[in-house]
Structure formats: structure tokens, C-alpha cells
């Protein structure tokens, strides 16, 4: 186990000083995009993904059975994550007229569908596992009675 972790370490930090050497050759316009995305990443984490992920876990608590919440959670978040990720492109704000290159898709259909699979794949969870629960609720299937006659 140590030596993944040393080997994870440094590949991190190999990670950190290419990235880094990257940064050292880039124009200041260039820094100063690098710098804005930068924190308008964190400040969009902080006061936009922070909070409602926050309100769906209450709402999620206070509305579904206790065994549903760590599927749930995990679907929120997904979620929320998905739809974070996609709002630049949704507007279709970035599209050039005359290059269909950019933003060549159906942007919303395609959130649609991660949408559908990652609330699928909950579905599926929350079915396995009930289904083991019950399972093992109703105990083993050739289960014999304790037999205290000594044969």
C-alpha cells in the first residue's frame, strides 16, 4: 500500500510541475483567463453547487425512506454536477455562424440522457439492494431447524 502511495505522490507532483511549466510559458492575457476560470470555478463551487446540493440532501431526508438517501445523494449530486457542467453550452451562447464545428450537438438532449442514466443507475442500486435486503431479512433458503436430538 505505501509503495502505491508513493507512486501516486509522485506522479501527482510530475502532474503539478507540467501543469506548471505550462503556465510559466503562457501569455499574461492567457494567465489572466487561466486565473479568472480559476476562480470563478471555486466561487461557482462555493455558492452554486455548495448549496444546492445542501438543500437537495435536506430535501432528500425529509421526503424519501432513510435507506434511499445514499443512492439519492449520490444521484443529486451527479446531477448537479452534469448541470453545472452543461450550462455554458445550453444557451448555445459560444456558437460561431458559418462553423458548425462548434457546438455541433444537441447539447440539451445529450444532458437528457446523462440525466436518464445516471437516475437509472440509482434505480437499478436502490432495486439490487432491496432486493438483497429482503433477502437477508428472510434468512437463509434450506435453513433447518436446529435439530437438539444428537443425531
Known amino acids: 500500500m505505501t509503495v502505491i502511495r ?14 506548471i511549466e505550462l503556465l510559466l510559458k503562457m501569455s499574461a492575457t492567457d494567465l489572466r483567463s487561466v486565473a479568472a476560470w480559476f476562480v470563478g470555478a471555486i466561487l461557482a463551487e462555493n455558492l452554486i453547487f455548495g448549496p444546492l446540493a445542501a438543500l437537495a440532501g435536506v430535501l432528500g431526508h425529509y421526503v424519501l425512506p432513510p435507506r434511499w438517501w445514499p443512492a439519492y445523494t449520490v444521484g443529486a ?7 453545472l457542467v452543461a450550462v455554458p453550452v445550453l444557451g448555445r451562447g459560444g456558437a460561431v455562424p458559418g462553423n458548425d464545428t462548434i457546438l455541433d450537438r444537441d447539447y440539451p438532449l445529450g444532458l437528457l440522457a446523462a ?13 439490487v439492494s432491496g432486493r438483497r435486503t429482503r433477502a437477508a431479512a428472510a434468512g437463509p433458503r434450506n435453513a433447518h431447524p436446529a435439530n437438539d436430538s444428537g443425531h
Open 6 to 19: 508513493i507512486l501516486l505522490g509522485a506522479f501527482g507532483i510530475g502532474v503539478a510541475v507540467y501543469g
Open 77 to 83: 449530486c451527479t446531477s448537479l454536477a452534469l448541470i
Open 115 to 127: 440525466l436518464a442514466v445516471v437516475w437509472a443507475a440509482v434505480a437499478a442500486y436502490l432495486l
